[in-house]
């Protein structure tokens, strides 16, 4: 079945950097648009970024552009989320999902706190 397992959150200051890491298995990864979304507190779950199949297109919410960055490895069915220059306004649960057959599929998600 469709797994997704995120990991490399954290709790960082203002500023700073990380990299989070969403692994993926039970299905056929290298044909699949890949996408993170964040949810924080009391705020509605929204696409962070969006990586295509082969990763030669990718789109990004206007909040993260330029600081974001989305990238994927097909062989190691993996993609990834460069966040650089961190804001306290990005504190929130991050989720990568894939839809496939019509269905979302979501992993358990990683938290991101950016405070000093």
């Known amino acids: 079945q469709v797994q997704l397992v995120e990991s490399g959150g954290g709790l960082v200051q203002p500023g700073g950097s990380l990299r989070l890491s969403c692994a993926a298995s039970?299905?056929?990864?290298?044909?699949?648009?890949m996408s993170w979304y964040r949810q924080a507190p009391g705020k509605e779950r929204e696409l962070v970024a969006l990586?295509?199949?082969?990763?030669?297109?990718?789109n990004y919410a206007d909040s993260v552009k330029g600081r974001f960055t989305i990238s994927r490895d097909n062989a190691k069915k993996m993609v990834f989320l460069q966040m650089n220059s961190l804001k306290p306004e990005d504190t929130a649960v991050y989720y990568c999902?894939?839809?496939?057959?019509?269905?979302?599929?979501w992993g358990q998600g990683t938290q991101v706190t950016v405070s000093s």
């Open positions: 999902k894939v839809r496939s057959n019509s269905n979302d599929y």
């Open positions: 039970g299905f056929t990864f290298s044909t699949y648009a």
């Open positions: 990586i295509t199949s082969v990763g030669s297109i990718t």
